[in-house]
């Protein structure tokens, strides 16, 4: 099993910055792909941001490129992201993820609310 703790969401200005942080515990097998995903009120959920932690390589949703930046720490096994120049439609509930391959990311944290207001 997986356990994922979030961390970091908050309220901001349209333009301000966050960073959120996913502590992670358990199988690394199954921790591989870690990421981002977000649901907006009335909205379905929706994937932001990835990365394979081996090789690595990560993944951005379009809306997101250029403002948003994943990393992580594997001294503290903890997934980061950074987010900058936020946009009120960057309002949701930000979830971290992981799973051994991308298609089987269905270890879910509990949420960390994040909205930006104009």
């Known amino acids: 099993q997986v356990q994922l703790v979030e961390s970091g969401g908050g309220s901001v200005q349209a333009g301000g910055s966050l960073r959120l942080s996913c502590a992670a515990s358990?199988?690394?097998?199954?921790?591989?792909?870690m990421g981002w995903f977000r649901q907006a009120p009335g909205k379905e959920r929706e994937a932001v941001a990835q990365i394979y932690l081996p090789a690595r390589y990560t993944y951005y949703a379009d809306s997101v490129k250029g403002r948003f930046t994943i990393s992580r720490d594997n001294a503290k096994n903890t997934v980061y992201q950074q987010m900058n120049s936020l946009k009120p439609e960057d309002t949701g509930m930000y979830y971290c993820?992981?799973?051994?391959?991308?298609?089987?990311?269905?270890?879910w944290g509990q949420g960390t609310q994040v909205t930006v207001s104009t």
């Open positions: 993820a992981a799973g051994s391959t991308i298609a089987t990311m269905n270890c």
């Open positions: 358990g199988d690394q097998y199954r921790r591989n792909y």
